[in-house]
């Protein structure tokens, strides 16, 4: 127990900061990790455990707010550990592994198992990444509920969020017929003024088979509904919770050129990537293209318009640029890609 306690951090004192354990067999890492999380005021290190013996023993006695685990352990791994923990002591776990970006399996299984997110570890240090894993870690200590035994039906388990800017009324009507009733819920951000957002989505109402609305606070999305960001210098973004995936207004940022941002919305929903879709359309500028770099990197699938189908390829180019575009397709086979791509994910 001497060793264990060891790898106890100094307790913290500050009122509401997450308390973060990190499992991980490799004492670099851990050291690494523990580093940049405690750089975030709002977290702080308490623990940390090289294998899954440790890090239930060390549960106990530091009783920490949320968990990043690897899954490449010694004696148990971490697939078994989390397991074991959801259904002893459910807690907020974030998968941090090397696995992530190869095994679409595991990564399947962990989110069943009740994972909130799982994260692609990089061969070195990236700023994008670890930021995006702080950001995570505090979205996952808000979720109160996160076992196996998810009662949200499996349609909308998943999300697709859409920007557009220059060409994106066009697009997105012949995007949106490429769904039906039973599509996972979409949320788009298009650059356009409020004045004409309603009419905007008075017209998709009328040539589209699905339920399409502006955006409200606090609203629970179902399958087959469409959310239009509105534009009235909050931002829309979207939160998953127990009763499912929700709308979030959050106030715009002094250094935002848009609202709707497309790159607000997508950002978001990083926390809980694997279930997310996303497609960047045509549009001037390069809104979107770093929010969809920190969901695929977090293991959203990414689908870009091709250039050709494009009234402007900077939003989509700017994307793939960045090297956020798993796949790049003609306008009318969008949809139906990126449906295909999530066809296997939780």
Not at 108 to 135: F, H, S, T
Not at 282 to 298: K, R, Y
Request: charged share 20%; net charge neutral; hydrophobic share 45%.
């Amino acid at each position: 127990m001497s060793d264990i306690r060891e790898r106890v951090g100094t307790p913290t004192t500050r009122s509401g900061v997450i308390r973060v354990m990190v499992v991980d067999d490799s004492p670099t890492m851990r050291g690494w990790l523990s580093v940049i999380i405690d750089r975030d005021p709002r977290l702080c290190v308490v623990a940390q455990a090289a294998t899954a013996h440790e890090a239930r023993d060390l549960i106990k006695i530091t009783e920490p707010d949320v968990l990043t685990l690897d899954l490449e352990m010694p004696q148990m791994n971490g697939l078994d550990f989390l397991t074991h923990l959801m259904r002893l002591r459910p807690m907020p776990v974030i998968v941090y592994s090397s696995l992530v970006a190869s095994e679409s399996r595991v990564v399947a299984a962990a989110m069943k198992q009740g994972a909130v997110a799982c994260i692609a570890k990089p061969d070195r240090p990236d700023p994008r990444v670890l930021k995006d894993l702080c950001k995570t870690l505090v979205a996952a200590a808000k979720v109160r509920k996160n076992t196996p035994a998810d009662t949200v039906p499996l349609l909308a388990r998943h999300i697709m969020l859409a920007g557009a800017s220059t060409g994106g009324v066009a697009a997105i009507e012949t995007l949106l017929a490429q769904f039906s009733s039973d599509s996972p819920p979409i949320v788009i951000a298009q650059h356009m003024p409020q004045r004409f957002l309603k009419s905007f989505v008075d017209r998709l109402s009328r040539i589209v088979p699905l339920h399409v609305q502006l955006a409200q606070e606090g609203e629970v999305l179902r399958p087959g509904s469409v959310h239009l960001a509105p534009a009235l210098e909050r931002q829309t973004c979207v939160a998953w919770d127990e009763k499912g995936w929700r709308i979030e207004f959050q106030d715009r940022l002094p250094d935002e050129a848009f609202c709707p941002s497309v790159d607000r919305l997508f950002t978001s929903a990083v926390p809980w990537a694997p279930r997310v879709g996303a497609v960047l359309l045509t549009g001037l500028g390069n809104d979107g293209a770093q929010g969809m770099l920190s969901l695929f990197h977090a293991g959203s699938r990414t689908v870009g318009q091709s250039r050709d189908s494009c009234v402007v390829y900077g939003m989509p180019g700017a994307a793939r640029a960045l090297g956020a575009v798993e796949s790049e397709v003609d306008l009318r086979v969008a949809g139906t890609t990126l449906l295909r791509m999530m066809e296997h994910t939780v």
